[in-house]
């Protein structure tokens, strides 16, 4: 449980960094975390047809909006930035929902 937690913490430090907008080389630090986070996170998903599935799902989904904010900032920052906003909204709230509270031997 100990590492779903640090990936949870680090995707979720990543969308903070990115919604306080440090620079974009903060920026895109942030996103490498979430990108780190989701990746760690996705060996305690629960399985496909289990009930709770969901912060998983929405974690995944932030981040994929986010690296496309990442690459429409590039073309049209406006629509990148509230693009961004959405994505690590979503990563956050994932995160709250899949944050283990206790271990699962108590």
């Known amino acids: 449980m100990r590492a779903l937690r640090l ?3 680090l995707a979720a430090a990543g969308a903070l960094v990115i919604l306080l907008r440090f620079g974009d080389v903060a920026s895109f630090a942030g996103l490498a975390a979430i990108l780190a986070g989701t990746v ?3 060996p305690y998903a629960p399985p496909p047809d289990a009930p709770g599935r969901g ?3 929405m974690l ?5 909006i986010t690296i496309v904010a990442a690459a ?3 073309v049209a920052e406006t629509a990148g930035g509230l693009l961004a906003v959405l994505g690590c909204v979503l990563v956050a709230i994932a995160v709250a929902l899949g ?3 206790r271990s699962e031997s108590a």
């Open 55 to 57: 912060w998983w799902t």
């Open 40 to 42: 760690l996170s996705a």
């Open 60 to 64: 995944a989904s932030g981040t994929a």
């Open 99 to 101: 944050f283990p509270i």
């Open 72 to 74: 429409l900032s590039l």
């Open 7 to 9: 990936s949870l913490l």
